[in-house]
């Protein structure tokens, strides 16, 4: 999901067809329960119906469609890429668990937001 505001992308009817931003990433590994958290600028565009692009971490390219990379799930990646992502906290992964998000973000999005904003330099590391 997006975390700041940036410019945006309009088609001449007024639809967004794309932007560009800092997003937080939600990542496990393949039949992990544990999610772990990172930024990256990812710049998403239109697609039929979706917004999608791409991020690449750490010499990886991570597919990227809607909130938090995978439309409100967390996007399965390599083990290299989950182990330098940052653990989120209890309570944050309580909230987006307990969120009602259905293909996007719930009610936990502010939240998420606040915390990878207060976070960022361990959020989004080098590589």
């Known amino acids: ?22 997003f937080l990433i939600l990542v496990q590994t393949d039949g992990d329960k544990e999610i772990r958290a990172l930024v990256r600028k990812v710049a998403l565009h239109q697609f039929g119906h979706f917004m999608m ?5 750490f010499g990886h390219r991570i597919p990227i469609s809607g909130s938090y990379g995978s439309d409100g799930l967390p996007c399965t990646v390599p083990q290299e890429v989950f182990d330098k992502a940052v653990p989120i906290p209890e309570e944050l992964h309580k ?33």
């Open 53 to 57: 692009g791409s991020a690449r971490a």
């Open 95 to 127: 909230a987006w668990n307990e969120g009602g998000g259905w293909n996007g973000a719930g009610s936990e999005a502010l939240l998420m937001q606040k915390w990878a904003l207060e976070n960022i330099e361990q959020l989004q590391p080098r590589g």
């Open 1 to 22: 999901m997006y975390i700041e505001k940036t410019a945006s992308g309009y088609d001449s009817g007024g639809q967004q067809v794309s932007r560009r931003a800092r």
